[in-house]
């Protein structure tokens, strides 16, 4: 089991080999949160079962804090991600009964 924190195995680490990773404090980037987590059970991992652990402080407001704005981030991220791709989605349809005719001419 390795345990770190993401600015020392979050970027550019090979973790293949390793069964459980366990991250001291949170991070601000919830991607590189959950980049690190997903570094041991990508591909080429011999391993048939992972663990990934975050620990936090009980009552640690500064972790909260930090805990919060990742989750708020997260949340805006799926929110834009889904309104693009409604928008990509109505798009690619036609808005009327004219654009249908156009289509069928084309």
């Not at 366990?22 to 991607?31: K, M, N, T």
């Not at 989750?71 to 249908?100: C, F, G, N, W, Y």
């Amino acid at each position: 089991m390795l345990i770190a924190t993401t600015a020392s195995f979050g970027q550019g680490q090979t973790l293949n080999q390793s069964v459980g990773l366990g991250l001291l404090e949170p991070d601000y980037r919830l991607s590189m949160i959950l980049q690190t987590f997903g570094r041991h059970t990508r591909q080429g991992n011999p391993n048939p079962e992972t663990y990934s652990w975050l620990f936090l402080t009980r009552n640690n407001g500064v972790e909260a804090r930090i805990t919060s704005v990742s989750e708020l981030r997260s949340l805006i991220h799926q929110t834009i991600t889904t309104k693009v791709k409604d928008r990509d989605r109505s798009a690619a349809q036609p808005s009327s009964l004219v654009d249908l005719t156009d289509e069928m001419e084309a």
